[in-house]
C-alpha cells in the first residue's frame, strides 16, 4: 500500500515540480534580463559621466554574466538542473553586486532604490530555487528520473 501510494504521490509531483521548474526557469530568464539591461543603462550613464572605468567594470561583469548563463543553459539541457542553477545564481548576483558597488561608487542615490528592488527580486528567486531543488531532490529519492530536462 505505501509503495502505490508513494507511486501515486511521485506522479502527481512530476508534472507539479516541472511546471513549478519552468515557472522558476522562465522567472531567471526575467529577472536576469532586467538585472543585464539595468547594468548597461548604468553603464551609460557612467560614461555620461565621465566615468570609463565604473562603465568598463559594469560591461565587464555583463559579459561574464551571459557567458555563466550561456553554462547554466547547457547544464540545464544536460539534464543538469543543480549545476545550471548554480550557474544561474552565480551570474545574477555578479550582476546584483557589481550594480550595488557601480551605484555606490557613482553616488547615485535615486538609482539606489532601484538596485535594491533587482536586488530583493534576486534573494525571492532564490527562495524559488531552494524550494525547486528540494522538489528535485526529492523527487530523485523517490525514484523519479529529473535529469531530463522539459
Do not use: C, H, T
Not at 502527481?12 to 532586467?34: F, H, T
Not at 549545476?83 to 542615490?109: P, T, Y
Not at 525571492?124 to 522539459?150: C, F, H, T, W
Amino acid at each position: 500500500m505505501k509503495k502505490a501510494m508513494a507511486l501515486l504521490l511521485a506522479g502527481l509531483a512530476v508534472p507539479v515540480g516541472l511546471a513549478a521548474g519552468q515557472e522558476a526557469a522562465s522567472g531567471i530568464i526575467n529577472l536576469y534580463g532586467r538585472a543585464r539591461a539595468f547594468a548597461l543603462k548604468l553603464a551609460d550613464r557612467a560614461d555620461e559621466m565621465g566615468r570609463a572605468d565604473v562603465a568598463q567594470e559594469l560591461r565587464s561583469a555583463v559579459e561574464q554574466a551571459d557567458s555563466l548563463m550561456e553554462e547554466a543553459r547547457s547544464l540545464y539541457e544536460e539534464g543538469n538542473v543543480s549545476g545550471a542553477v548554480a550557474k544561474a545564481r552565480e551570474a545574477i548576483n555578479l550582476l546584483r553586486d557589481k550594480i550595488v558597488w557601480a551605484v555606490d561608487e557613482l553616488e547615485i542615490r535615486d538609482e539606489l532604490g532601484r538596485a535594491r528592488r533587482i536586488s530583493a527580486a534576486i534573494k525571492r528567486v532564490d527562495k524559488v530555487l531552494d524550494r525547486e531543488e528540494a522538489i528535485l531532490n526529492k523527487m530523485e529519492q523517490i525514484g523519479v528520473d529529473v535529469s531530463e530536462p522539459r
